[in-house]
């Protein structure tokens, strides 16, 4: 654990990067959606739905990055972009295995690992002495 909070600065930009290529979706929303799921959707509705649903994602990715620098909003970014994944998992695999075998299984996958790395960091960190830090104060890490 305490390997995962040492290095946690450079986890956060690694899954950040990595979960900002679903920017894609924004760009090629039924290409998307083919690759990731094997299905697609169309319309003009599926069409705004899936840029919007890709820019969210990439969003919580540049969150991740944001706070991967900035120490304070580290456990507001990993228990948002691990709700997320976590939500994510469980409406794929809602399904059973349909979308496994597409780029869905592995996110579903890489998503558990980062969920229980984000938690692993969060609880060493919960536990780890504050010393005389009060409410708004930074520390000097």
């Known amino acids: 654990m305490s390997w995962i909070v040492?290095?946690?600065?450079?986890i956060m930009i690694l899954s950040g990067v990595l979960t900002m290529t679903m920017v894609y979706a924004s760009l090629a929303p039924e290409a998307a959606?083919?690759?990731t799921f094997g299905e697609s959707v169309s319309g003009p509705v599926a069409d705004i739905?899936?840029?919007?649903w890709g820019a969210l994602i990439a969003l919580v990715g540049a969150m991740l990055?944001?706070?991967a620098r900035k120490p304070p909003v580290r456990p507001m970014a990993l228990t948002v972009a691990g709700a997320s994944k976590a939500?994510?998992?469980?409406?794929?695999?809602?399904?059973?295995?349909?979308?496994?075998?597409y780029q869905a299984g592995?996110?579903?996958l890489s998503d558990?690992?980062?969920?229980?790395?984000?938690?692993?960091?969060?609880?060493?960190?919960r536990r780890t002495p504050t010393g005389d830090l009060k409410v708004g104060?930074?520390?000097t890490a």
Request: proline share 0%; glycine share 10%; net charge positive.
């Open 65 to 67: 990055i944001y706070g």
């Open 87 to 101: 939500i994510f998992v469980a409406l794929v695999l809602s399904h059973g295995g349909r979308f496994l075998g």
């Open 137 to 139: 104060s930074v520390g």
């Open 112 to 125: 558990v690992l980062w969920i229980m790395v984000f938690a692993a960091y969060l609880l060493s960190v």
């Open 33 to 35: 959606l083919r690759s």
């Open 106 to 108: 592995i996110a579903v």
């Open 49 to 52: 739905v899936v840029r919007n």
């Open 6 to 10: 040492v290095n946690i600065h450079w």
